[in-house]
Structures are given as structure tokens and as C-alpha cells.
């Protein structure tokens, strides 16, 4: 900063030789007194160390010279005054160089400093130079501290001392010397001034440790170089770069106080290095516990390994997030699906191994994997043990042959924490994933607790949003996000992408919203609430047909589904996850609560069934099943049949057993047979019979039998052929009939008139 360059400012008074009369011998005010025709000074015109000079008598006190001119005073500017001087005969003074300030008005500004130190003149034709310092901050080195109301000074000396004494001035200089003053008047320090390189070969890390120490609250600047940095590097000061950084993988660069994505991305001048950078430090310091991405979009070329950006860590269990930007894949090969095919041994006795697999080397962990038979869905491979030629796999296998060929198919994911052998307590906040299907979204750890996922956007997964291949899915929260599909031009059918899926307990699915994927969830394990998720899955087809928006896959689901919108999806029960499918004095499909959704579809045939239970082996009941206050509504298609269906493609369910089946308060819109349980139904006999018999498979839920009668309640007499009222009661039967889904009223003789009859499907508790 130079005042005089930048602005073309006059700050030094003229040579003497122009003219006395602007050197005033008071304060430099206009009309004060100058040296003109004073007496006591004359201009000389040549002098041996000076050239042209001002040659003065002293015969005041304090002998004055001010130039009447003004040097402006600017704040954040410092001016050096210079003169020199030297003594010609008589006495010997003393001499300082000085300034008087002046308002913007030209009144004098009192109570200030206007001199700098004495020098006094020790012998005749000797030399001195003074000088002073002057500006508007207090710091080291300026000697006269004006304040904000100064505008002008006048600057010149003072000669004090003996009177009666002889002295040359040379012209007096004013230099612009804010430069002197920038490294404390700027709020940074320099890592070059502390040794820094900068040349991509000398390793800089000492010098950014030094700069960050002596910063002092002041931030520090990395300028324009490349530094290599071969030690972990911390910050405790703000931090701006100009340069970029280099460092090995395992090594960390630590932003203490401008932790935050943009930081990171200028240190290493590369979008995807600054991330994973951030990511290291992340999870490597406990100065803050959550990344902002600022609203950037984040570019990936490749899958973000993210163990392998934190290096030095497999398992973390402190709560950690990332937030606030977006994800963008780029479509480049490292995306790409790898697919491996493999021939297996299956034992049911270890339903989540394959043994004697040749090739496992090639097999990815987190791979899916498919069989021709007894594979559920989303069945993933957890972990490979290359020298035992061991896949662990997520899930059971339910009925795969003692050897068959096994496809692995890895999906490529945006963010992919596969690399971890145990994560808790991570979070994904605010972060969409735009993916317009080159990648799948997150592969969780193979283990760990409470990953949550809130308020993003899974955009365009190419084969999946979220995969757990282990039990990482423990506890896991999705809140308030969107799943959005690539495959919303193609008919039901067609589709292949699956929103999630789970393989451990107690997961919270809230609040989400998702469009036309093949499944919107696969949810194994147990204990999970689903709430509040509108997921929709229909297409332009006539009567098309659909695809189960949810499936569970555990018998003994112990989840509540309520308040959710499936729209053009049905709910499918199922135990494909099972080792040994068929019923072995187990817990058989229970605990699941179907409350409150609206459950709706449109262009779809009458045989369409909003809820399936389909089982994967012999000899499974309904053991704990509550449907109760919801919304059955189809339009612009067929009515349906009948809302409930039992897929018997593998096996049947025991029709018989059924236990604690809850299925009332529900409303229906075009749907013929209103399943019920209890349900209770006139029964009207006009022609005297001793037995009366009513069937009811149209209430009986997933083909349920008629199993009690709980109830016969007549509605008026009963009466025989001749119209005598009867009082006796009759006795009631369940089970009647081939699928035992009729009920049977006995009377002590014929008779005729109405009843009502409540049956249940299942044993009254």
C-alpha cells in the first residue's frame, strides 16, 4: 500500500528553494507567521552535503518550521518524516523531527503528541539525520498516534535547546511507509515467512506447524505453491489457500477453525481429494463431528471408498455426519457393475455359507447374490475367506441344492463404507445423491448401530439406494427422504432397482417418500417401524400388473406398519430368509401390525391383492396379525376380488392353526369380499331346517378356516314349520365343510328365522 503510487497523493512539502512563504515558524496554520523576510533565515543555494538548503538562526525557545502545507492523514496509513541537519556555528542544539495535526476544519487538534526523539548536534558541520513516525494506529514504531478526527498534519521541526546557534536543513522527505507495517496490520501470517518451500519436494510441515503457532488469533495463508506435507498437519488458526497441498494417504490435515468442505477443496485444488481429505480429518480429530459440504456439489469419478479415506481406521463408534451438498456421479467406467460367476456347495445345516467356491478371490464383498434355486432376495455376500473358499452371506439361503452355479453381481456405490468392519452412529443430513443411474447410493458397514440417513435425496440409483450386506443396518433411521427412480418410463415389470433393504432389527422408516422402484424396501430382521412413507409404483399399462412395494422377509416380523400411502404396491410376508423354511416348532408369521395406511391402486384386475403372504415352506400359520383401520380403495380398472392373498407358489399355509388374527375397522372401496376376524353375518333360514349352515370364505382372511363360532345371536323369533316360537338354543360348529371355512347352526328340531353368527379364523386368547 503506497498512498502517493496508488492515488497520486502529495505527502512531502516542496524544496526550500520555492519559496519561504509557506514554512510557517508557529503551527503551519494559514496566516501564521513564516520564515519570508524573517531575519533569522536564508535560502542557500549550494551546500556541500545538501545542495540547495534553508539555513537558520535559532532564537526561539523552541525554534519552529512547519510547512503551511497538509499531508493527509488516511487511517491504515503511516508516514516517515526525514530530515537532515547539521550545525554551522554558535551554540549546539538539539533537533526533532514533528507534525502538527489539524482537523478537517483546520483547527488544531490539542492533547497530541507532535514530536519525535531529540537528536542533538554534537559538532560543527557533522550530519544528523531524525525522523518520526506517524499514522492512526498505536503500534510498535510509529512515535506520534493521531486519532480518527485528525485529517491533516503539517509537518516540519523543531529546534531546542542553547539559542544563539547556526543550522543547515536539507528538504524535508515524507515517505508512504505502510508497507512497514502490513504483517501486523493484516489479519494473516504467511507459511513462506516461516520457511515454507512450496516446491513439491521439500516436506513443509514444520513450516505450517510454525505458522499456525505464531498466528496468534491472526489466520494464516498458504500463497501460491505446491507443498508437500509428509506428516500430519493441524490448524488451529483459520486457514486460507492460495497453494495447494500434497500429502500421503496417511497423513491428515486437520482444519480446526474452517472445518467445512470448501477449506479442503482449496487445499488440494481437486473436488474428490479435498472430500476425502475432510473425510479423514472427520474422523480423526474431535474438534467437530460433522462435515459441511456448504451447498457444493461434490463431482466423483470413482466410488468414495470412505474407510479407505479415514486409512488408519476399521471400526468408530463416536456420532459423525455429513451434510448440506450434493453428490454428483460422473458416468466413467469405475462404476461399472463387475459380475463373477461361481459354482458353490450349500449345507442347510450353514444356510448363510457357500463352501468350495473356486474363484472367490474375484467375488467382491458386498456382492448380490442370485441362484436359479432357494436364494431370496437381497441376499448379499458379507464376507469371503480366500484360503478356506468360504462366502458369509447376509442372509440364508432357503432351499439352494447342495451345488449350483451362483451369479455375484457388485454393484458400484457413491459412497461405499464396506471397508469398515464396525460403524455406529453416522449421519447423512441434507445430501443428495445424483446418481441418474451410473451408480447405486450407500453400501453400509458390514456391522454396526444406528446409520441414519435424514432429509436427502437418493437420486437415480442404477441399481439400488441403500444396500446393508451385513448387520450395519442395526437400528437404522431413514427419515424424511426421497428415493427417486430411474425406471419410472418402464412398466412394472421392467423394473429392476430396489429402494433399501435391511438384515438386522429395530430399523425407523419415517416420513419417506418413493416413486416407482421394483420394491421401495426388502426388510429382513425384525422389531421395525414403518410410518408415514408414501411409496408408488404403477405404470401406464392396462390392468398391469404390480410389484410389492415392501417385503418382509422374516416370519416373525414384530413390526408396526401404520399410517403409510402404498399407492399401486402391495405389502408381501414372507420367510425367503429362512435356512430351513418349513415349520420346525418355531415362532411361525406373526407380529405384524398393518395400521391406518390408505392402501390404494388404479388400472390394476380384479385378481390384483394389496397384501400376500407367501411361505417358502411347509407347515407355517399366522401367529399374531393385527389389520385394522384402514383405507382399501381401487379405481379406473376392475374391482378387486379381495384385498388378502396367500401366494402358495413354494407351499401352503395350516389353514387350521391360525392364531391372534385381528382384521376389523378397515374401509373398502370396489373390493367384492371384505375380509373380517371376527366376522359376524346374518344368517336367514325361511324353510324350517334343524341345520343351518353359512359359508364364509368371502370373510375368512388368507384363506382362513372358519374356525370357532363365537356367537349365534337370533334377530326375532325363532320359529318352527307352524310358527311356534322356539326357546332352546341352538349349538354351533365351526370348520365345516371341504376348506373348513363354513360354520353350522344345530337346532333341537327344525326351525326357521335369522341369526347372527360371529366365527373367528382363529382361537379365541
Known amino acids: 500500500m503506497n498512498?502517493?503510487?496508488?492515488?497520486?497523493?502529495?505527502?512531502?512539502?516542496?524544496?526550500?528553494?520555492?519559496?519561504?512563504?509557506?514554512?510557517?515558524?508557529?503551527?503551519?496554520?494559514?496566516?501564521?507567521?513564516?520564515?519570508?523576510n524573517s531575519g533569522n533565515a536564508v535560502l542557500v543555494a549550494v551546500d556541500q552535503d545538501f545542495g540547495g538548503c534553508l539555513e537558520m538562526v535559532k532564537t526561539d525557545s523552541v525554534q519552529k518550521l512547519r510547512w503551511m502545507g497538509n499531508t493527509p492523514i488516511f487511517p491504515g496509513c503511516y508516514y516517515r518524516v526525514t530530515i537532515r541537519v547539521k550545525a554551522i556555528s554558535g551554540n549546539l542544539a538539539r533537533v526533532r523531527a514533528a507534525a502538527t495535526p489539524v482537523k478537517a476544519?483546520?483547527?488544531?487538534?490539542?492533547?497530541?503528541?507532535?514530536?519525535?526523539p531529540e537528536v542533538a548536534l554534537s559538532a560543527y558541520g557533522r550530519v544528523e539525520t531524525?525522523?518520526?513516525?506517524?499514522?492512526?494506529?498505536?503500534?510498535?514504531?510509529?512515535?506520534?498516534?493521531?486519532?480518527?478526527?485528525?485529517?491533516?498534519?503539517?509537518?516540519?521541526?523543531?529546534?531546542?535547546?542553547?539559542?544563539?546557534?547556526?543550522?543547515?536543513?536539507?528538504?524535508i522527505e515524507v515517505e508512504d511507509i505502510t508497507s512497514a507495517f502490513l504483517r501486523t496490520m493484516m489479519d494473516w501470517v504467511d507459511v513462506r515467512d516461516y520457511g515454507a518451500k512450496g516446491d513439491g519436494v521439500t516436506d513443509d510441515s514444520s513450516a505450517f506447524e510454525r505458522a499456525d503457532a505464531d498466528a496468534n488469533g491472526r489466520a494464516v495463508l498458504v500463497s501460491s505453491g505446491t507443498y508437500l506435507l509428509n506428516n500430519h498437519v493441524t490448524f488451529n488458526s483459520p486457514v486460507r489457500f492460495e497453494g495447494r497441498c500434497e500429502m500421503p494417504?496417511?497423513?491428515?490435515?486437520?482444519?480446526?477453525?474452517?472445518?467445512?468442505?470448501?477449506?479442503?477443496?482449496?487445499?488440494?485444488?481437486?473436488?474428490?481429494?479435498?472430500?476425502?481429505?475432510?473425510?479423514?480429518?472427520?474422523?480423526?480429530?474431535?474438534?467437530?463431528?460433522?462435515?459441511?459440504?456448504?451447498?457444493?456439489?461434490?463431482?466423483?469419478?470413482?466410488?468414495?471408498?470412505?474407510?479407505?479415506?479415514?486409512?488408519?481406521?476399521?471400526?468408530?463408534?463416536?456420532?459423525?455426519?455429513?451434510?448440506?451438498?450434493?453428490?454428483?456421479?460422473?458416468?466413467?467406467?469405475?462404476?461399472?457393475?463387475?459380475?463373477?460367476?461361481?459354482?458353490?456347495?450349500?449345507?442347510?445345516s450353514s444356510p448363510r455359507e457357500l463352501t468350495n467356491v473356486p474363484n472367490i478371490s474375484s467375488i467382491a464383498v458386498g456382492s448380490l447374490v442370485q441362484g436359479p434355486v432357494g436364494v431370496g432376495r437381497e441376499v448379499y455376500v458379507k464376507s469371503t475367506n480366500v484360503s478356506t473358499g468360504v462366502i458369509t452371506l447376509s442372509a440364508a439361503l432357503w432351499g439352494a441344492p447342495?451345488?449350483?452355479?451362483?451369479?455375484?453381481?457388485?454393484?458400484?456405490?457413491?459412497?461405499?463404507?464396506?471397508?469398515?468392519?464396525?460403524?455406529?452412529?453416522?449421519?447423512?443430513?441434507?445430501?443428495?445423491?445424483?446418481?441418474?443411474?451410473?451408480?447405486?447410493?450407500?453400501?453400509?458397514?458390514?456391522?454396526?448401530?444406528?446409520?441414519?440417513?435424514?432429509?436427502?435425496?437418493?437420486?437415480?440409483?442404477?441399481?439400488?439406494?441403500?444396500?446393508?450386506?451385513?448387520?450395519?443396518?442395526?437400528?437404522?433411521?431413514?427419515?424424511?427422504?426421497?428415493?427417486?427412480?430411474?425406471?419410472?418410463?418402464?412398466?412394472?415389470?421392467?423394473?429392476?432397482?430396489?429402494?433399501?433393504?435391511?438384515?438386522?432389527?429395530?430399523?425407523?422408516?419415517?416420513?419417506?417418500?418413493?416413486?416407482?422402484?421394483?420394491?421401495?424396501?426388502?426388510?429382513?430382521?425384525?422389531?421395525?417401524?414403518?410410518?408415514?412413507?408414501?411409496?408408488?409404483?404403477?405404470?401406464?399399462?392396462t390392468l398391469g400388473e404390480r410389484t410389492a412395494g415392501i417385503v418382509f422377509a422374516d416370519a416373525q416380523a414384530k413390526t408396526v406398519f401404520v399410517g403409510n400411502y402404498v399407492d399401486n404396491a402391495y405389502l408381501e410376508w414372507t420367510n425367503e430368509h429362512d435356512g430351513a423354511p418349513d415349520f420346525q416348532s418355531e415362532f411361525s408369521f406373526g407380529g405384524l401390525q398393518i395400521l391406518g395406511n390408505i392402501i390404494f391402486s388404479s388400472n390394476v384386475p380384479s385378481s390384483y391383492r394389496p397384501i400376500h403372504i407367501k411361505p417358502f415352506g411347509q407347515g407355517h400359520y399366522i401367529n399374531g396379525m393385527t389389520v385394522t383401520g384402514n383405507n382399501f380403495k381401487t379405481i379406473r380398472g376392475q374391482?378387486?376380488?379381495?384385498?388378502?392373498?396367500?401366494?402358495?407358489?413354494?407351499?401352503?399355509?395350516?389353514?387350521?392353526?391360525?392364531?391372534?388374527?385381528?382384521?376389523?375397522?378397515?374401509?373398502?372401496?370396489?373390493?367384492?369380499?371384505q375380509f373380517q376376524n371376527p366376522v359376524t353375518v346374518p344368517v336367514v333360514v325361511n324353510t324350517a331346517a334343524a341345520s343351518w349352515e353359512t359359508d364364509l370364505a368371502d370373510y375368512m382372511p388368507f384363506k382362513g378356516r372358519a374356525k370357532v363360532v363365537t356367537a349365534v345371536l337370533p334377530d326375532g323369533a325363532i320359529r318352527t314349520g307352524?310358527?311356534?316360537?322356539?326357546?332352546?338354543?341352538?349349538?354351533?360348529?365351526?370348520?365345516?365343510?371341504?376348506?373348513?371355512?363354513?360354520?353350522?347352526?344345530?337346532?333341537?328340531?327344525?326351525?326357521?328365522?335369522?341369526?347372527?353368527?360371529?366365527?373367528?379364523?382363529d382361537a379365541p386368547t
Not at 497423513?251 to 477443496?265: A, Q
Not at 450386506?469 to 431413514?478: D, F, T
Open 249 to 348: 494417504r496417511s497423513k491428515r490435515l486437520s482444519l480446526v477453525r474452517n472445518f467445512e468442505i470448501n477449506s479442503y477443496i482449496d487445499a488440494f485444488d481437486d473436488e474428490e481429494e479435498g472430500f476425502r481429505r475432510a473425510i479423514q480429518a472427520l474422523f480423526n480429530f474431535t474438534d467437530h463431528d460433522t462435515l459441511d459440504l456448504m451447498g457444493r456439489r461434490i463431482e466423483l469419478t470413482e466410488p468414495l471408498d470412505v474407510q479407505a479415506a479415514v486409512y488408519d481406521k476399521t471400526t468408530y463408534a463416536n456420532q459423525r455426519s455429513i451434510k448440506n451438498g450434493q453428490i454428483d456421479v460422473q458416468n466413467t467406467a469405475s462404476f461399472d457393475t463387475t459380475t463373477v460367476t461361481a459354482s458353490g456347495d450349500f449345507d442347510p
Open 402 to 541: 447342495s451345488q449350483q452355479a451362483y451369479t455375484f453381481r457388485r454393484f458400484k456405490y457413491a459412497l461405499d463404507f464396506s471397508g469398515f468392519d464396525q460403524l455406529q452412529r453416522f449421519v447423512l443430513e441434507d445430501v443428495e445423491l445424483l446418481m441418474a443411474g451410473r451408480s447405486s447410493g450407500i453400501l453400509l458397514p458390514p456391522a454396526g448401530l444406528i446409520f441414519h440417513i435424514k432429509d436427502c435425496f437418493i437420486n437415480g440409483p442404477r441399481d439400488r439406494g441403500v444396500t446393508s450386506h451385513g448387520l450395519g443396518c442395526q437400528g437404522m433411521l431413514i427419515d424424511r427422504c426421497q428415493f427417486l427412480s430411474t425406471e419410472q418410463q418402464k412398466d412394472v415389470s421392467a423394473r429392476q432397482t430396489i429402494g433399501f433393504n435391511v438384515n438386522a432389527n429395530d430399523t425407523k422408516i419415517r416420513n419417506n417418500r418413493a416413486v416407482k422402484f421394483r420394491h421401495f424396501a426388502v426388510l429382513g430382521g425384525s422389531g421395525h417401524i414403518v410410518t408415514g412413507n408414501h411409496f408408488f409404483q404403477g405404470d401406464n399399462d
Open 3 to 36: 498512498k502517493s503510487i496508488t492515488e497520486g497523493l502529495v505527502l512531502a512539502p516542496p524544496a526550500f528553494a520555492a519559496g519561504l512563504n509557506v514554512w510557517s515558524r508557529q503551527d503551519g496554520l494559514s496566516g501564521s507567521d513564516t520564515y519570508d
Open 722 to 761: 307352524s310358527n311356534a316360537a322356539v326357546w332352546t338354543m341352538p349349538y354351533a360348529s365351526g370348520s365345516i365343510g371341504a376348506n373348513g371355512q363354513s360354520a353350522r347352526v344345530v337346532w333341537s328340531e327344525a326351525v326357521k328365522g335369522k341369526v347372527f353368527v360371529t366365527a373367528r379364523c
Open 639 to 673: 374391482s378387486l376380488e379381495r384385498v388378502d392373498m396367500v401366494d402358495t407358489t413354494y407351499a401352503e399355509l395350516d389353514y387350521g392353526r391360525f392364531t391372534d388374527v385381528n382384521v376389523h375397522s378397515n374401509t373398502f372401496q370396489a373390493v367384492a369380499k
Open 105 to 116: 476544519n483546520g483547527d488544531l487538534v490539542f492533547g497530541a503528541t507532535t514530536a519525535g
Open 130 to 171: 531524525v525522523s518520526v513516525i506517524l499514522g492512526t494506529g498505536n503500534r510498535g514504531g510509529v512515535n506520534l498516534t493521531f486519532g480518527q478526527d485528525v485529517a491533516f498534519a503539517h509537518v516540519g521541526l523543531d529546534l531546542v535547546g542553547p539559542n544563539g546557534g547556526t543550522v543547515r536543513i536539507d528538504d
